[in-house]
């Protein structure tokens, strides 16, 4: 049985077909990165409007690579929660006309649960596992303990990662490195730390008083902020000129959130532990989200798995970020279980705002 799998739900229009070993037939995918990265982020209605003048041609371009014509598909899955509200729209109406005028069923799919689940297309990694998403809107922490069942641990209380990275890199104007002129603000950032003495700032690791695995990354940005100005006076100049201790202030802020990574995250299997929710063989954590791809923060992670003896899992950078093959899989696990799966002519809306799972965030907190 094979699956197209349609993503639209924030910058990235993407479309791919799988067949049900998870082998990816065909893929296609438009990014709007550079669009964005020049009006300093995300307009909604830009977005929608990338999404409408790309989605039939990425899509179509995905059939075309897998050889598979709309026909032979078992069923279409489609991003409808969480995301931009426009941007979401545009993918799910294509998607309703395609499966009404080719007779095809529609799933519906949670981005998150997409995200968590795709390291299983590349392993057999069992259920129940622990998984770290960290991207430019989200950083949670979960248990999955099925296909559609999560335990939600914590999740971020202001800001993701990935936007904090994104606003930092702005205000120190990487756009204009001549090193980084086209990397997203985490990749810019990365990049810079690596030449950087994180030594130099000391950034406080937020929320270092909270017994429970939420995330903050405001106060930091914050903190951040208040040294680029005060470096800006030392060096007489003003904003919108890059800073010789650039590097350094990268190094410090990258530090400061592998460090809040870390520490939920030891958290969060401490708490996994004592309630014996992992599986005592092979026990994993999966990190994903586009944020995941910096290796500073795997580096860190892999301290804390090392030391707790889990398997850490972390798909390559191209499946972390927004992609159709991640859809499509997820579609793939659905169709198997046979649940969430809807006749062709059945209305279904979009929802820009969906949590992942079950909340117990507050047990996590009792608990320690
Ligand atoms: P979401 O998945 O929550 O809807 P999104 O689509 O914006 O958000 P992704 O495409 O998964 O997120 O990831 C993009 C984000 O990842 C950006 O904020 C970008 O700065 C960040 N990012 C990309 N590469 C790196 C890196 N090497 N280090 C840190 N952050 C990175
Ligand atoms: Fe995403």
């Known amino acids: ?106 799933i519906p799919i949670h ?43 914590g999740q971020t209380l202001d800001e993701a990662p990935g936007d904090t990275m994104d606003k930092i890199a702005r205000r120190l104007s990487l756009t204009k490195h001549p090193r980084c002129s086209a990397l997203s603000g985490g990749q810019a950032l990365e990049l810079l730390a690596r030449e950087g003495d994180r030594s130099k ?41 890059v800073l010789s201790c650039v590097n350094d202030i990268a190094a410090a802020t990258q530090h400061t959130i592998a460090r809040q990574l870390a520490k939920r995250t030891h958290r969060a299997i401490v708490f996994c532990k004592a309630k014996a929710l992992l599986p005592t063989s092979n026990p994993t954590l999966v990190v994903s989200g586009g944020v995941a791809s910096n290796q500073y923060f795997r580096k860190a992670l892999t301290v804390i798995t090392d030391a707790t003896g889990l398997h850490l899992l972390c798909p390559p950078a191209s499946l972390c970020t927004d992609n159709g093959v991640m859809i499509a899989w997820n579609g793939v696990e659905r169709l198997r279980e046979g649940r969430g799966i809807l006749p062709f002519d059945q209305e279904v809306s979009y929802e820009p705002k969906a949590q992942l799972g079950v909340d117990i965030t507050a047990d996590v907190k009792q608990a320690n």
């Open 1 to 106: 049985r094979l699956v197209l799998g349609i993503e639209s739900s924030c910058d990235d229009t993407g479309a791919a077909v799988l067949d049900e070993a998870g082998v990816v037939l065909g893929e296609s995918l438009h990014s709007q990165k550079e669009v964005h990265l020049k009006t300093g982020g995300i307009i909604p209605t830009v977005a929608q409007q990338l999404h409408r003048e790309h989605i039939a041609h990425v899509v179509q371009e995905a059939l075309t690579r897998s050889g598979v014509t709309p026909g032979q598909l078992a069923a279409v899955a489609t991003t409808v929660k969480p995301g931009l509200a426009l941007s979401l729209g545009v993918g799910l109406r294509f998607s309703l006309q395609f499966v009404r005028r080719h007779r095809k069923p529609f």
């Open 111 to 153: 981005h998150m649960e997409a995200h968590a689940l795709t390291a299983r297309m590349l392993r057999p990694v069992a259920f129940p596992f622990l998984v770290l998403l960290i991207s430019g809107g989200h950083a949670l922490l979960a248990l999955a303990r099925g296909v559609n069942d999560f335990l939600l641990l």
């Open 201 to 241: 700032f000391n950034f406080k690791t937020p929320m270092g008083q909270h017994y429970d695995c939420n995330f903050s990354f405001a106060g930091m940005r914050n903190q951040v902020t208040m040294t680029i100005r005060q470096q800006e006076e030392v060096e007489g100049v003003g904003p919108g000129t």
